[in-house]
């Protein structure tokens, strides 16, 4: 069975992207315990889902990296999507590990990159209390309910400012990440 399945995952984990663009393209790794050589161990299974120009979103590729090793792979898995077909990218959308945004500027010229909001709002809820995670998820959720980039811009500041005195490393975050993620 499992031997089944492996021909169909390669097949399409290898199958040609041409013939179709995809102006957006997020790019994530989650870690996962794997079967190897008689042991288990964590890896890195890193995903790419691009947004076609009709809007559906697609799973355009997968690949597993070791567990210790997941920067080094991303600009060889993203080279694996171009080798395939991949075209037309615009905009990446990942969170800041060093390695994905390096293979980003290095492999996917022209394209622009954007830090996932989600990502760094983990980030900054990772460095407060548990008791005020709540509220300062909720006051960074203001900053993207904005309009426009001028008032996210202006509301990032006022929440920075407003986490300042409590948490110092939270306004600092967000106030380093405002580029990336506005």
């Excluded at 559906?56 to 171009?82: I, K, Q, S, T």
Aim: proline share 3%.
């Amino acid at each position: 069975i499992c031997a089944a399945l492996d021909a169909e995952v390669d097949a399409f984990r290898r199958r040609s992207l041409l013939g179709e663009r995809y102006p957006y393209v997020y790019l994530d790794a989650t870690y996962i315990k794997v079967r190897d050589v008689g042991r288990v161990v964590s890896m890195a299974c890193l995903v790419a889902i691009g947004v076609a120009a009709s809007g559906e979103r697609r799973v355009l590729g997968l690949d597993l990296a070791a567990g210790n090793d997941e920067g080094n792979a991303w600009a060889m898995f993203v080279r694996g999507l171009l080798e395939r077909g991949l075209a037309g990218v615009r905009l990446v959308v990942s969170d800041a590990h060093r390695g994905v945004v390096d293979a980003v500027h290095g492999q996917l010229l022209g394209a622009a990159w954007q830090r996932c909001r989600v990502h760094a709002t983990r980030n900054a809820l990772d460095l407060v209390p548990r008791g005020s995670q709540d509220m300062v998820a909720a006051a960074i959720r203001t900053i993207f309910e904005q309009p426009d980039e001028h008032s996210a811009s202006e509301q990032l500041r006022r929440v920075a400012d407003g986490l300042s005195g409590r948490f110092p490393s939270v306004s600092e975050l967000l106030l380093e990440a405002e580029p990336d993620l506005l």
